[in-house]
């Protein structure tokens, strides 16, 4: 027996920001979309184009707060880049760095709804 990745989730207050926010910050597109036939919540797969994770974003129409609980928001993602200087330069253009460990050469970034990023040089 095996097991492979699929996809990670973070739940989303507004759908619309969080798509907008991954497309710029990482170039992730939507591959999929489920609606509920109540309407009660929408899931949306956002893809890189290169491998099969999807990071799935929940919109969840009965949700009544304006944010998630994130806890000391220690679980995250992390995304490689060839390009780590170019990859800063935008998302410090962007405002979404939330964090930098110069010594270790990574940095993080948080999304609308307060979910970090962790962003690392591609290594050989």
Known sequence: MTFQFAHNNFNVVDLESSLAFYKEALGLDEVKRKIA???????????????????ELTWLRDWK????N?????????????DMQAAHQKHQEMGCICYENEKMGIYFISDPDGYWIEIVPQRD
């Open 70 to 82: 994130l806890g000391d928001n220690e679980f995250h993602l992390a995304f490689t880049t060839s």
């Open 37 to 55: 036939p109540d309407g009660s919540f929408v899931l949306v797969f956002l893809g890189d184009g290169t491998t099969v994770h999807k990071l």
């Open 65 to 68: 707060k304006d944010a998630y």
